[in-house]
């Protein structure tokens, strides 16, 4: 097909429809984290929602809009950890051991949780794009072009915390990286993150509560379940 005949409305359409989905997908994903992460960690349960401006979705045909639309769905609330401390190591001196294990599970919780998002807008474009979803292919700084620039920023807040060490902060991301791609590429965990998308590409509502999003999830679940067991 040759795109240079398709009118400027339809490619905007079509540009517009991608960016309200890769977003859905993206808010997915710290949902399926903040959720499915957490409670595999045993960590305990953090309420978040689901922010809608369903405004947006009237201006879909707009070219001058698309740019707005990335922010149509937004995650408010879900960290573990409200404030950060100066210095982990200070925090890790006034407590036992087993506090001290169970602050460090909820701080490294909250980065992967942030990783999530983008890395899941990432995995949806490898699949629309019939492309390989790799760690070796797509790296920390590569996820600002998956709509990972505040989450970056988050979590380079959260590093700050550590020593002062690169080589430390190096290994630890690099670390936790890989766990939030696992996490993503993990074919259950899919199914929960694009259920949710769907849903809130769907649904009419401003706001989609921690409860509602949940059984959504926990419904992609079984249907993953479902389609295994079928074959």
Known sequence: MNRSHASKNVVNFVDSKELLRKTAIHEAGHAAGIYLGNLAKQLPPVHFQIVLKREHNRLRLMAHQAHALDGFAKIEGGRLLH??????????????????????????????????????????????DDEVFNPNLINKAALGNYGGRYDLEVVDEYLQCLADDFALKQQKIDALFLEAFHFV????????????????????????????????????????KKRVWRY
């Open 185 to 224: 590429n993990d074919r259950a965990n899919w199914f929960a993150i694009a259920s949710l998308a769907n849903f809130i590409l769907a649904d009419n509502k401003t706001v989609i509560p921690c409860e509602e999003a949940i059984a959504v999830m926990d419904a992609g679940l079984i249907s993953a």
């Open 83 to 128: 404030t950060l401390p100066s210095s982990l190591a200070e925090v890790f001196a006034e407590l036992s051991a087993e506090q001290a294990l169970a602050y460090q599970k909820a701080f490294e919780a909250d980065i992967v949780n942030y990783l999530i998002g983008p890395l899941a807008e990432a995995n949806y474009v490898a699949l629309r």
